[in-house]
């Protein structure tokens, strides 16, 4: 059974920058590929970007691309998402999710969730 803990959201201010990590256990996370997904409040989730088990392919929504850089250390069971350059819309709840088989990135089935990590952007 995956486990995902995610970590380093937090109050930032608009142009501002943040790490979330996605820390795994109880199964080698390089048997999965990650996405990172984000709800506001009132607003459906949203894929913000995915990447494949080996970390060979990235994808990124158009909301987010040039802005955030998503990669893993397997050896560490760890996924991050580097988020530069944060806008008062990039405000949400992030979760990391896990799958074994590999789908389109804007497909939000996943094997496994975290509790998600709140992200605030704000002056």
């Known amino acids: 059974q995956l486990q995902l803990v995610e970590s380093g959201g937090g109050l930032v201010q608009p142009g501002g920058s943040l790490r979330l990590s996605c820390a795994a256990s109880?199964?080698?996370?390089?048997?999965?590929?990650i996405g990172w997904i984000r709800q506001a409040p009132g607003k459906e989730r949203e894929g913000v970007s995915c990447i494949s088990s080996s970390g060979s392919s990235t994808n990124y929504a158009d909301s987010v691309k040039g802005r955030f850089t998503i990669s893993r250390d397997n050896a560490k069971n760890t996924v991050y998402l580097q988020m530069n350059s944060l806008k008062p819309e990039d405000a949400a709840v992030y979760y990391c999710?896990?799958?074994?088989?590999?789908?389109?990135?804007?497909?939000?089935?996943?094997?496994?969730w975290g509790q998600g990590t709140q992200v605030t952007v704000s002056s």
């Open positions: 999710a896990a799958r074994r088989i590999p789908r389109p990135c804007t497909t939000l089935i996943f094997d496994y």
């Open positions: 109880g199964s080698p996370l390089r048997n999965y590929a």
